[in-house]
């Protein structure tokens, strides 16, 4: 049985032929309306969303599946204690599929370990969205006609923007791509993306602080809302919240067929006044969301009924006499859990902690 936690968690020919799928899907929706007749989607959401639940929703209504699932965990058994090993436990019994959003780091993962059926990750704290990136990949490849032989700005809060992270890591697979991180000093992309992309791939990038010096340059804009709920001060993020806004001026230094993308909700980092501009495209990527959703639900289903043995995570080499101080870890909550740690820098010492990629 597959799960996804990561867009790392799907090769690129895998991840092509679900974006074929997903546009197949778009031009004949009928022919996929009975896909999912018998079938029930869960969606287990511990942290407000729109987007994300909904799209998940649609899509599985759209398949002729049925929804089960909480928007929140004061709506939830976790209010009173219930582990996330638990909760995917019992809602295995209901759903034959489910997708997951949690404000812990690695809480998506610890349901996979236990889980009986596919679980999706629908976002985990400041870690990855990889579903927000199927999406921003079929609207890419959509627009742009190709996901190589791409120069891609990403603005805004590159720390605990969790698209971005899980969008890096992605796009950092296709030939001549090179990233231009546009962000203030204090959300700066967080060291396992530099680590896992930068560092060990040698992806092209450059890091600069004006998203007008930027603008020439770039195919694709990326912008991300600063993440509020995410920051410890929050006097640190009234200080950042503003650090950029496009405009109609700063489109004027855009090439003509670049195309901005945000993942959603947007704040005041784009100008309701941009959303006339052809190059504009963030509503067509919400939307996108959707087919690209159906597709993924079609094709975990059909990996799990043709092998439905629960896939445990690989243990080789792992590491267990380590304590993640990450804050935002589940491992903080949920204290049961054993503590797992990968060496990725055998000369350097560095260890990483599975659910949440921190370092040790
Ligand atoms: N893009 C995204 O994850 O939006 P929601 O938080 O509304 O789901």
Redesign the pocket.
């Known amino acids: 049985m597959r799960h996804l936690m990561s867009p790392l968690d799907l090769s690129v020919p895998e991840l092509e032929k679900l974006l074929d799928l997903a546009s197949d899907i778009e031009k004949n929706p009928k022919k996929y309306a009975h896909t999912c007749d018998d079938k029930r989607l869960a969606t287990l959401f511990y942290e ?6 909904l799209s998940f929703e649609a899509a599985m209504m759209n398949l002729g599946g049925k929804v089960l699932g909480f928007s929140s965990a004061d709506s939830s058994s976790a209010a009173k204690g219930e582990t996330v090993a638990d909760t995917i436990r019992v809602v295995s019994c209901y759903a034959d599929i489910c997708a997951m ?1 949690h404000p812990k780091e690695g809480a998506p993962l610890v349901a996979s370990m236990v889980s009986n059926i596919p679980v999706i990750n629908a ?1 985990d704290g400041g870690h990855q ?1 990889p579903t ?1 990136t199927l999406t921003d990949l079929l609207t890419i490849r959509s627009l742009k006609g190709r996901l190589d032989n791409l120069t891609i700005g990403l603005c805004g809060d590159l720390k605990y923007g969790r ?1 971005v992270h899980s969008l890096i890591e992605a796009m950092s697979r296709y030939k001549d791509i090179q990233f231009v991180l546009i962000s203030p000093e204090e959300l700066k992309i967080p060291g396992f993306i530099r680590y896992n992309v930068f560092e060990n791939q040698g992806v092209s990038y450059t890091e600069v602080s004006s998203l007008e010096e930027a603008m020439p340059k770039l195919d694709v804009l990326y912008m991300t809302r600063i993440q509020r709920e995410r920051f410890d001060d929050p006097w640190e993020y009234e200080r950042l919240k503003d650090s950029y806004v496009l405009d109609t001026e700063k489109m004027k230094l855009a090439k003509g067929k670049m195309c901005v993308l945000h ?3 947007r704040v005041n980092e784009i100008s309701v006044k941009v959303d006339d501009d052809p190059r504009a495209a963030y509503f067509r990527q919400a939307l996108n969301g959707k087919y690209m959703r159906m597709a993924l639900i079609l094709k975990l289903l059909d990996e799990a009924a043709r092998n439905p043995a629960k896939e445990a995570i690989d243990t080789t080499g792992l590491e267990y006499d380590r304590v993640c101080r990450n804050p935002k870890c589940i491992t903080q909550t949920e204290q049961e859990l054993p503590q797992l740690f990968r060496c990725t820098d055998k000369a350097a010492d560095i260890h990483r902690c599975v659910y949440c990629e921190q370092r040790a």
């Open positions: 407000p969303s729109t987007r994300t639940r959003r976002g969205h927000q698209t993942p959603l909700p």
